[in-house]
């Protein structure tokens, strides 16, 4: 495929992630636009009031915004997509842990540690508040127990196939996994789940993503960790 | 239709109340079951781990959790469904803003405001904090500006027919309705909107709502405000 293809993401934004492993998956030829969610950007905003990441604008003329309506759109409109497959039943599966992630998981745990961590620093200076930073680490925990739990019941969180689902586990945990955040001796089904999807050609190009002065862990983009 | 269908909802969800409404457009029969977020209740983890509302049973043995899930479930496998039609982009449009109403507006100004209303109230007897309340409603400003200018561009919020988008944001608006929060004279654009969908056979339900000790605004029930 050759199409003028953009998407605006920020590194360390997971819904922005979903959509990278999910275009990569099925080989779309893309650009990534460097946004950072502590600059305002008329430019941006003129493109989606909404002013959240990501937004995909494909050849040109098409902008979609937000992860959700991003991959129902890509799921919708190529000829070789797989990862919202199965019944009405399936398929309601697969959404409602994405949700689990997109919602849940980022707003319990991604978000408190990004915003502490990065955005807070870049915004003002501030520094990270422990007491926000162990909380989020310990919502942490119920979300690993559940994600070993669904990891050892089957090859993929829903069923055999690989899905939205796994891609979108995958970008938060990714995220959590940069800053070295994971005890993953604690969740070994998860461990191999994560080492299963991480090995996948449309994983490479988030492992090699660098945000200055935010260094990944060191296992952060090994394949055997 | 006489299936045993039944939704765990609780009355203040605006995410509950999005699938009230797309059920009834399409006369579900259905039987609500009250939950209250801030009580846990085993038997409901045990079916929504994520312990989140709604969820939808229907015909007894399909189970699917969150509004997302469910909305594009019914959308789905409902022979007259409507709300979710059109072209792909068209789709994508209507996603972006359910997704702007079910996230953005609702971490931003519903969330804030019933838990500062209600749930601290019923959780631990707290009074309610005046600088959340009043950030709360300046971020609603912002989402009435947009809103009104949506409503002033097209018949409903994506073109000409009503959509998921429409009873999205009509139940987040709702809820705020229903603590008298809104100026409805400063739009003038988003009031002949609320008033066209509050008018719906639909939204009946809806209106005739109330949460003990929680008394809804003098014109939260009236279709001519």
Redesign the interface.
């Known amino acids: 495929m050759n199409y003028k293809s953009q998407l605006h993401h920020f590194a360390l934004s997971a819904a922005s992630r979903l959509i990278r492993l999910q275009l990569a998956e099925y080989q779309y030829d893309f650009t990534l636009i460097n946004h950072f969610p502590w600059k305002r950007d008329e430019n941006f905003l003129a493109i989606n009031?909404?002013g959240?990441l990501p937004v995909f604008q494909f050849n040109n003329d098409?902008i979609?915004?937000?992860s959700?309506?991003?991959s129902?759109?890509i799921e919708?409109?190529t000829a070789t997509s797989r990862l919202l497959a199965g019944s009405?039943?399936h398929?309601?599966?697969i959404?409602?842990l994405l949700?689990?992630f997109e919602?849940?998981f980022y707003?319990e745990v991604g978000l408190p540690l990004l915003h502490e961590r990065v955005i807070k620093r870049f915004e003002s200076g501030a520094d990270a508040s422990s007491v926000i930073i162990r909380t989020a680490l310990s919502n942490a925990q119920v979300h690993f127990e559940?994600l070993n739990w669904l990891a050892d019941q089957n090859n993929w969180l829903v069923g055999t196939q690989l899905s939205l689902a796994d891609f979108s586990a995958a970008a938060h945990i990714s995220i959590m996994d940069y800053f070295g955040d994971i005890q993953w001796d604690k969740y070994p089904a998860a461990a191999s789940w994560y080492m299963k999807i991480k090995s996948r050609p449309c994983f490479r190009a988030l492992l090699s993503d660098q945000l200055m002065g935010v260094t990944p862990s060191s296992h952060y983009a090994e394949l055997d960790f």
Chains 1, 2 share one sequence.
Do not use: N
């Open positions: 009031p909404s959240s098409i979609i915004s937000g959700r309506a991003i129902e759109w919708e409109t009405s039943m398929r309601a599966e959404r409602r949700d689990w919602d849940k707003y559940y």
